[in-house]
């Protein structure tokens, strides 16, 4: 997971959006990597890929009512980009409806249920989702929303267990770092906290409580002052 491989699979994207404007699945690929480079904090023009986003998540719902991916991805995209949380899992719920083996589907519906304050449901879906494609590319994605949910719940060794497991997966997935750092802080194992948050900074220069996409993602949870307080004890500057 780089910039580089982000930007050209948009590219990609949008070549196949020009031949197909009403092409429902690659609107919501789109969509989802638009989440991914915000979510991944990526010196991005963030306004722009959020409005970008949530217009190809709606052209995913839109033109794929009864396509299970197009509905997974667009919905989430709406959730995490436009802030509609409860109408972006309707939309993932009626793409697990459609396909009740979509591990996608069900890690996209284990994020919006952290969202929302929801850690145990999160759990349920994450965990399915994990059981249906343990091998799955994405796999540390889902690990990471499961180690929130566990942060969530302040089972902060299991947090910190399911972190760790998605860090092996991918090392690039910044997302993973902040919720590793703040179990870690939870635990009371500071050094190791900012240990972590030292890592993040070699990836993310900048990183800082401005440039955090929990701040607006996590704000309905109930969970952001648990999130911040974390950080803070691992040394994200603000």
């Given at each position: 997971m780089t910039r580089e491989s982000s930007d050209e699979a948009l590219?990609?994207?949008e070549r196949a959006l020009k031949i197909d404007p009403e092409y429902a699945v690659a609107a919501?690929?789109?969509?989802?990597a638009c989440t991914l480079r915000v979510a991944q904090n990526w010196p991005?023009?963030?306004q722009a890929e959020k409005s970008r986003g949530v217009e190809l998540g709606s052209i995913a719902l839109l033109k794929g009512?009864?396509?299970?991916?197009?509905?997974?991805?667009g919905g989430y995209a709406l959730a995490f980009l436009g802030e509609e949380l409860r109408e972006g899992l309707r939309a993932i719920e009626r793409a697990i409806s459609l396909n009740s083996n979509?591990?996608?589907?069900?890690a996209h519906a284990g994020w919006v249920h952290n969202y929302?304050?929801?850690?145990?449901?999160?759990?349920?879906a994450l965990e399915r989702s994990m059981r249906l494609s343990p091998r799955d590319p994405t796999l540390f994605r889902t690990q990471t929303a499961l180690a929130l949910a566990h942060l969530f719940r302040d089972e902060f060794e299991q947090a910190i267990t399911w972190a760790r497991r998605a860090m092996e997966g991918n090392p690039n997935y910044t997302v993973t770092y902040r919720a590793l750092a703040c179990a870690l802080a939870h635990a009371g194992r500071l050094h190791?906290?900012?240990a972590i948050i030292q890592r993040l900074a070699t990836l993310l220069p900048d990183v800082s409580f401005r440039t955090l996409p929990e701040r607006a993602v996590f704000k309905h949870s109930g969970k952001l002052d648990?999130?911040?307080?974390?950080l803070r004890l691992a040394g994200v500057p603000e």
């Open positions: 590219l990609l994207l919501g690929l789109g969509a989802w991005v023009d963030r009512q009864n396509d299970s991916e197009a509905l997974a991805a979509s591990a996608m589907a069900l929302l304050g929801q850690p145990h449901e999160a759990i349920q190791e906290a900012q648990l999130i911040n307080e974390g």
